[in-house]
Each structure stands twice: as structure tokens, then as C-alpha cells.
């Protein structure tokens, strides 16, 4: 007699999505770009890629990751690079940071 309502779904914010990243404008194919602080406090900047790769192997390098919402401009010194087990680790120290909403 009387029918049930169905639920409609909700749909949510999309998923901000990777389209690319340059490393003082050579295109790099990175495994993944994480910011984070130090514990002194310091921002650092860690990028992980499958093999070496030579547009980060300056002491300057300047940063551009493109999402579908927003493009990051990181400027950074390099620390340090870590071979790990399934890739290599690129360490940098951040000198300055902006951030673009598309």
C-alpha cells in the first residue's frame, strides 16, 4: 500500500586527482610528493620516484604539481637522496611555497 522512498545518494566533492609535476619544467614521473615539517620545524619536501631521476639532482630546484583543483609551486634546496627498497627518496628543504586554486 505504501511504497517505500528510496535514499538518493549523495554525491560528495570528486576526488582531487594528480595530472602532473615538473621539476624545474622537465616532467618527472613520481611515485609521491609529500610536504611536511621537521621536528624543528622546518618544512621539508619529500618526492619518491621508481628510478634516479636527474632534473631534481641540483642544489636548487623549483617544483610545479598540477591536481584538478589546485596547482603547488615549491621551492626548494636539496638535503638528501635515500635509495629504498623499490625506489629512490629525494629530501629537500622548502624555501618558499604557493598554492593556486584552478
Known amino acids: 500500500m505504501f511504497g517505500k522512498k528510496k535514499d538518493k545518494k549523495k554525491k560528495g566533492t570528486p576526488t582531487e586527482r594528480f595530472l602532473s609535476l615538473t621539476a624545474n619544467g622537465a616532467p618527472i614521473e613520481a611515485i609521491n610528493f609529500f610536504l611536511k615539517k621537521n621536528e624543528d620545524g622546518s618544512p621539508s619536501l619529500e618526492v619518491r620516484t ?53
Open 50 to 102: 621508481k628510478d634516479v631521476c636527474e632534473a631534481m639532482h641540483y642544489s636548487h630546484v623549483d617544483f610545479e604539481l598540477k591536481t584538478t583543483t589546485k596547482m603547488v609551486r615549491v621551492s626548494a634546496e636539496f638535503k638528501e637522496a635515500k635509495q629504498e627498497k623499490h625506489c629512490k627518496l629525494y629530501i629537500f628543504e622548502v624555501s618558499d611555497y604557493s598554492q593556486f586554486f584552478i
